[in-house]
């Protein structure tokens, strides 16, 4: 079996969409699977829509996602010569032919198709000139057989063809001399050996045209897979109207990246009824025959489960590793307080993203911190001084501070005082995260040390007392 190969071919004209994400993954997973090679080529031959930035951003996207290629990043300006010979050749085999129509020549045959209700198509006036117009500005055109069908069976989509009658003899080179998008596609595809091409079914109606392409060069013809658009909830193409369509955003809106990686494969494949997958499940697990023929619909919610699952679920040491950054764009520097690998797991069970991961961490870290107004209201009560007091004296007794000592000092104080948790919780709450939502009291106490527990409790106090 010759080794399988494939690509992503992205356009450097923006940052990774999460159609172009998904197409990527697709590929990646599919070289994976069957021991093959992942080629990342940058199609960058409209220069003026093409940016390093864009490059760079799409760099990021693929690395955030794990998505590692094994041959390139391979720009096709770099390529330029060699697509100039491709063309030779194909002249030089009458397989094309320089074409000398105007533009506005073009135009008044198109209009004038249209007016007698035919489909526009270049009309073959150049197809047979014999010698050289000298001086004159040409393109250079595919000569494309006239009659015949070309099809293929797509992957994904099953049969597709296309009578010949309805392609235009393609133009290859423009009169500037730079190749054009369809031709340099298959240059690349073929002279990089390139077995699938798993791609938006955008460009299906380029297939035939390529197929064409393969055929005239004398390249085998690779296999083609056309990959649903991925659509709003409202069922249009997913745009920025539906929110982020930036993989990176996902990133810093506190996505995990194999919460998106699990997300976008399931947007379009699917395995039983099965939901979770980690990356070596979807190695083992991913076959083009099992994605689907219909456009998936991006729904926000379910990636946000998953997203709180992996959460759940991670490494804490990596997840406060990945937490650093977001805390320091609120302000804080873990260094300053407790181990970030113990506030997270006290935050990890419930926070469905990084951003509220963050949010639940910040307390630990601030020393002032106002209380919230309604709860410190409803709960802030004279009465509650003398358990206070209390409660310092039994931590203060404590020989560990620890969880389970920290539990048995509060179930001495509720029996002592003859008041039950939910008198004494709320108040001790508000004192050491000024809230009333924080993960269990005594993790937190835990968390914090003996020393900023009796700080906190204290500060407490001092406010009740005004
Ligand atoms: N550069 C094309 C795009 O970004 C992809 C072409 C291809 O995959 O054949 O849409």
Redesign the pocket.
Known sequence: MPEVRL?????PTGYLHVG?AR?ALFNWLLARKEGGKFILRI?DTDVARSTQESVDAILDGMRWLGLDWDEGPFYQSDNFPLYKEFVEKLLAAGKAYKCYCTAEELESKRERALQEGRKPKYDGTCRELTGEQAGKPYVVRFRAPQDGVTGFDDLIKGRIAFNNEELDDLIIQRSDGTPT?NFV?VID?ATMGITT?I??D??VN?TPRQILLYEALGYPVPHFAHVPMILGADKTRLSKRHGATSVMAYRDMGFLPEAMVNYLVRLGWSYGDEEIFSRDDLVEKFSIENVGRSAGVFNPDKLLWLNAHYIKNGDPVRLAGLLVPFLAERGVDPATGPDLVAVVKTLQERARTMLELADGAVFYYRREFDYDEQAAAKFLKPEVAPLYEALLAKLAALSSFSHDGIEAAFKALCEEQVIKMGQIGPPVRIALCGGTTSPSIYEVMEVLGAAETQRRLERALTKLRG
């Open positions: 690509r992503f071919a992205p356009s172009g197409t199609e998008y596609v595809d091409v791609r938006g955008d460009h380029n």
